[in-house]
T-cell receptor, first 114, second 114 residues
């Protein structure tokens, strides 16, 4: 499989649940990202990993916890979420900072918090 | 800090008509500019980018954009649209120094009518 793959595609969870989103890239990129996409709002950068080290954390609440075990995999661990966290969560990867070739995005996980 | 403004949230246009999607940015430093497209239930896909050189850049699917430094704009155009161009289009800017984050606009929904 090529590109950036995100699982699951859809997730419904209660506010007391714990779940994880998974992202996998087969492009040999060295940077990976989590973005949150909510209706009528710009894409919000949540986390950036470069060479498996976190280089950016945009004041994201601690109920979101990222993990990057290697350059091909990225996880977003979720716990005690709020209804306003319902959104499309997009994973992306790039070679270096992405300015030369852009980002490659996955299809996203549609998260609904009930 | 940079910002991106997409002036139109929705643009309806008839098939085979030309279209222009507007994007303005502000920044105190040199920037790179990008357009991405998001089809329903998919992630974002890079359409084209401006890094330097010729101010008219051509991308995939017959789209092109023109960088205008004096007007701080990067408008996207297509001379003749197809039904399949119906999607959401995002303008993005990043610092030319190569940081790990883009600033995205709020998106413009292009609806092509038969």
């Amino acid at each position: 499989e090529t590109g950036v793959t995100q699982t699951p595609r859809h997730l419904v969870m209660g506010m007391t649940n714990k779940k994880s989103l998974k992202c996998e890239q087969h492009l040999g990129h060295n940077a990976m990202y989590w973005y949150k996409q909510s209706a009528k709002k710009p894409l919000e950068l949540m986390f950036v990993y470069s060479l498996e080290e976190r280089v950016e954390n945009n004041s994201v609440p601690s109920r979101f916890s990222p993990e990057c075990p290697n350059s091909s995999h990225l996880f977003l661990h979720l716990h005690t979420l709020q209804p306003e966290d319902s959104a499309l969560y997009l994973c992306a990867s790039s070679q270096d900072s992405g300015t030369l070739y852009g980002y490659t995005f996955g299809s996203g996980t549609r998260l609904t918090v009930v | 800090a940079q910002s991106v403004t997409q002036l139109d949230s929705q643009v309806p246009v008839f098939e085979e008509a030309p279209v222009e999607l507007r994007c303005n940015y502000s920044s105190s430093v040199s920037v790179y500019l990008f357009w991405y497209v998001q089809y329903p239930n998919q992630g974002l896909q890079l359409l084209l980018k401006y890094l330097s050189g010729s101010t008219l850049v051509k991308g995939i699917n017959g789209f092109e954009a023109e960088f205008n430094k004096s007007q701080t704009s990067f408008h996207l155009r297509k001379p003749s649209v197809h039904i399949s161009d119906t999607a959401e289009y995002f303008c993005a800017v990043s610092e030319a120094s190569g940081t790990y984050k883009y600033i995205f606009g709020t998106g413009t929904r292009l609806k092509v009518l038969a």
